[in-house]
């Protein structure tokens, strides 16, 4: 079964520091998600991206975050200068359909576990 | 903007037991539920949704849950769980609201135990 493949599994950098979280979503998908849940909260999303631009974001989603989809495969979430509070678990997902009533054509990777010191 | 409650953070339940994880919604607006499920290391994956129609909806793994308007409430239930089932579940919601993201519960852990 097709999946999404999200690198690293976990990631640990200094407050401050850049970071770039990467995802490659299912092939002939095209409507790519970010999610993130913090430790003992909600799973929160962040933004939704189609046809080479953001079509969705959250609060959450300020100036220090970016998504790109830098080449056919690669979908990332950049995180310009971390704080302690980014620290969390970030889903990747995408879908073939931005068709409301369809989310169940919805499919995540496994997670990327930002650590920030 | 549509949100949802899990009530209970953690499940323990004995193997062939029934359990039922508790979820409900808030909305003024029609709204599309969902359960998900994550197993430990890997991505969150569809158990069951409710778009429209019977409001018993089943889903993969014995899972069903049931659409209940007036209690504004989606409790997933299962009547035999397995030590397989051990996992996070968890509720979503979308909307017109929302502009259809999906706006997720807390989670709940359940634990099957022998």
């Known amino acids: 079964e097709p999946e999404v493949t999200q690198t690293p599994s976990h990631q640990v950098t200094q407050m401050g520091q850049e970071v770039i979280l990467r995802c490659v979503p299912i092939s002939n998908h095209l409507y790519f998600y970010w999610y993130r849940q913090i430790l003992g909260q909600k799973v929160e999303f962040l933004v939704s991206f189609y046809n080479n631009e953001i079509s969705e974001k959250s609060e959450i989603f300020d100036d220090q975050f970016s998504v790109e989809r830098p080449d056919g495969s690669n979908f990332t979430l950049k995180i310009r200068s971390t704080k302690l509070e980014d620290s969390a678990m970030y889903f990747c997902a995408s879908s073939d359909d931005g068709v409301p009533t369809t989310n169940e054509k919805l499919f995540f990777g496994s997670g990327t576990q930002l650590s920030v010191l | 903007a549509q949100s949802v409650t899990q009530l209970d953070s953690q499940v323990p339940v004995f193997e062939e037991a029934p359990v039922e994880l508790r979820c409900n919604y808030s909305?003024?607006?029609?709204?599309?539920l969902f359960w998900y499920v994550q197993y430990p290391n890997q991505g969150l994956q569809l158990l069951l949704k409710y778009l429209s129609g019977s409001t018993l909806v089943k889903g993969i793994n014995g899972f069903e849950a049931e659409f209940n308007k007036s209690q504004t409430s989606f409790h997933l239930r299962k009547p035999s769980v397995h030590i397989s089932d051990t996992a996070e579940y968890f509720c979503a919601v979308s909307g017109e609201n929302s502009g259809y993201a999906l706006n997720f519960g807390k989670g709940t852990s359940l634990l099957v135990t022998p």
């Open positions: 909305s003024s607006v029609s709204v599309y």
